[in-house]
């Protein structure tokens, strides 16, 4: 038993200077004359054949439908609207939602969207969710990301699942921006808890 473990460490080791040497060669072998010869091609071809990536054009910056007079507003509002819907309204909700965020939020807003668009048991179990914003705090030294806390419920009309469940707290992370036009919007939604 022990001599067979024996030889299969020696095998495993053999493949793996192989592989090393193999890949050591590959990493001193001198470029071919096509990748030598980068006058002829565009440049970002060239950076993509030195770095191994392919540099995209910048995408133009998002906008909202809406923004808040100020950065507390935006997360109390963007936040009340995240947790208060039910089976019917969540799809419409997100997709609000994602309308009125960029980046990140966006992103997750669309996602929330998507996911409870088909998610038989959310439909078929009439189930929702109901809560307060109950606190909105800036963090030190981060003008423009807050905590948030609140306090929500989930119930359901046609299963038992949620029945007897206790309202729950709960923490977010919450990141801001200002809008060209003045107003603030969500630009990251990370919940915690």
Same mark, same amino acid.
Do not use: K
């Given at each position: 038993?022990?001599?067979?473990?024996?030889?299969?460490?020696?095998?495993?080791?053999? %493949?793996? %200077?192989?592989? !090393?040497?193999?890949?050591?060669?590959?990493?001193?072998?001198?470029? !071919?004359?096509? !990748?030598? &010869? !980068?006058? +002829?091609?565009? =440049?970002?071809? /060239?950076?993509?054949?030195?770095? #191994?990536?392919?540099?995209?054009?910048?995408?133009?910056?998002?906008?909202?439908?809406?923004? $808040?007079?100020? =950065?507390?507003?935006?997360?109390?509002?963007?936040?009340?609207?995240?947790?208060?819907?039910?089976?019917?309204?969540?799809? $419409?909700?997100?997709?609000?939602? @994602?309308?009125?965020?960029?980046?990140?939020?966006? +992103?997750? &807003?669309?996602?929330?969207?998507?996911?409870?668009?088909?998610?038989?048991?959310?439909?078929?179990?009439?189930?929702?969710?109901? *809560? $307060?914003?109950?606190? %909105?705090?800036?963090?030190? #030294?981060?003008?423009?990301?807050?905590? /948030?806390?609140?306090?929500?419920? &989930?119930?359901?009309?046609?299963?038992? =699942?949620?029945?007897?469940?206790?309202?729950?707290? #709960? /923490? @977010?992370? @919450?990141?801001?921006?200002?809008?060209?036009?003045? *107003?603030?919007?969500?630009?990251?939604?990370?919940?915690?808890?």
């Amino acid at each position: 038993m022990a001599l067979a473990g024996f030889h299969l460490t020696r095998l495993a080791h053999a %493949v793996l %200077v192989g592989a !090393s040497l193999t890949g050591c060669a590959a990493l001193g072998a001198q470029p !071919s004359r096509s !990748s030598a &010869t !980068s006058g +002829s091609q565009p =440049a970002n071809i /060239v950076q993509a054949q030195r770095t #191994h990536e392919f540099p995209s054009p910048a995408s133009p910056p998002q906008t909202a439908s809406a923004g $808040a007079v100020n =950065a507390v507003e935006a997360v109390r509002a963007f936040v009340s609207a995240y947790i208060n819907w039910n089976a019917r309204t969540v799809v $419409a909700r997100m997709r609000i939602l @994602a309308a009125a965020s960029v980046g990140q939020a966006r +992103s997750a &807003t669309q996602l929330a969207a998507a996911r409870a668009a088909h998610d038989y048991e959310l439909q078929r179990g009439g189930i929702a969710n109901s *809560g $307060a914003v109950e606190a %909105v705090a800036e963090l030190p #030294h981060r003008r423009d990301q807050f905590v /948030v806390v609140t306090r929500e419920s &989930t119930t359901a009309t046609a299963t038992t =699942a949620y029945q007897g469940l206790r309202p729950a707290w #709960h /923490v @977010a992370l @919450a990141t801001v921006v200002r809008l060209r036009g003045g *107003g603030w919007v969500l630009s990251a939604w990370q919940p915690e808890s």
